[in-house]
């Protein structure tokens, strides 16, 4: 991954870094949250070079069994900043077998993201949906595939990331949260692909509230 890696790390933090203490004071509950989960990766349906895939943007979105990499971990940590808005960090993990409809050998996927998220509901509720804009790196460098009889060469680098999810609180500390992303390279060799995340979360100092769930 090399030195754009590590660029990305020092750019991680220090967005973080800012973000966090300009909102600090604004901040009364404090509300940190945890997570961790699976992922899907799909690379067909965003026209990647080779994919075979010549019908449109969203052809077979959902088509799970043939597309989709299932597998895991990833690791989600959010801040809460000010009003509906939030900061959430992002880890993950999967080994990708799957290239539209190309079958790669098994070949490990490491992201890192950076996301603002924007509450539609206050996010002091059981059940919220929220918009996400942010930026990441994403690590993806399977051996050449043929192709067609055509070598093709992956490579790692930046996305630039919009998407969308929900959570949904269980109790004032336990919570589902589901998440979709399409991550659009900024990279010649990184195709850009969809991500699907599922995590149970972890909600630190959680706002007061007095009801049956209070016991879990």
Partial sequence: MGNSLIKYLLLVIVLNFILIQNSYAQ????????GIGINAIDFYPTNAPNTGNEDGFFNELFNIRDHWNIGGPQFLVTRHLVQNLSIEGLL???Q????????????????LDLNLRYSFIDTTKDFT???????GYTSFNPETVWIGGTPIKF??????????????????TLGLNVEALYKSSVSEKLPSHFYYGLSLVYRLNPPGKNSWRDCF
């Fill in 92 to 94: 993950a993990i999967n």
């Fill in 155 to 172: 490579g790692s680098g930046g996305t630039i990331n919009i998407g969308g999810g929900a959570n949904y609180w269980f109790s004032n």
């Fill in 96 to 111: 990708v077998t799957k290239y539209g409809d190309v079958q790669l050998d098994k070949s490990t996927y490491f992201g």
């Fill in 27 to 34: 901040d009364k509950n404090n509300l940190w949250s945890f």
């Fill in 129 to 135: 949906i929220f918009v996400l804009a942010g930026t």
